[in-house]
Nanobody, 128 residues
Framework: VQLVESGGDSVQAGGSLTLSCAVSGLPHSSYCLGWFRQAAGKEREGVAA????????YYSDDVKGRFTISQDKAKNTVYLQMNNLEVDDTALYFCAAEGDGLVPLPGPDGLSRAEFRFWGQGTQVTVS
């Protein structure tokens, strides 16, 4: 299993970035792909998820309305379009994957990292 993130960069507040996650080798025919981020000294938090089979999406309150998760099924790639970036969005961003049926739609506690077995190495986003 391989998840490879790309697209991280340094941008000014108010700017935009698109992160990509190329997925290969998953043992499931359909999967949930999540984007997490971890700022220095903080816990890793889930910001968005996409359920490949049905197309359902999830966004944390911090990014709702600014970030959009999407997929290109032919390329097995999932994207995170990030608009109106804020300094607090600065973090190492990870994509994670798990079988579609194994990740429940997030409840009040948000997207849990414990639901995902497969992780990428991360891509840095710095907003100043």
């Amino acid at each position: 299993v391989q998840l490879v993130e790309s697209g991280g960069d340094s941008v000014q507040a108010g700017g935009s970035l698109t992160l990509s996650c190329a997925v290969s080798g998953l043992p499931h025919s359909s999967y949930c792909l999540g984007w997490f981020r971890q700022a220095a000294g903080k816990e890793r938090e889930g910001v968005a998820a996409l359920y490949r089979r049905g197309g359902s999406t999830y966004y944390s309150d911090d990014v709702k309305g600014r970030f959009t998760i999407s997929q290109d099924k032919a390329k097995n790639t999932v994207y995170l379009q990030m608009n109106n970036l804020e300094v607090d969005d600065t973090a190492l961003y990870f994509c994670a994957a798990e079988g579609d049926g194994l990740v429940p739609l997030p409840g009040p506690d948000g997207l849990s990292r414990a639901e995902f077995r497969f992780w990428g190495q991360g891509t840095q986003v710095t907003v100043s």
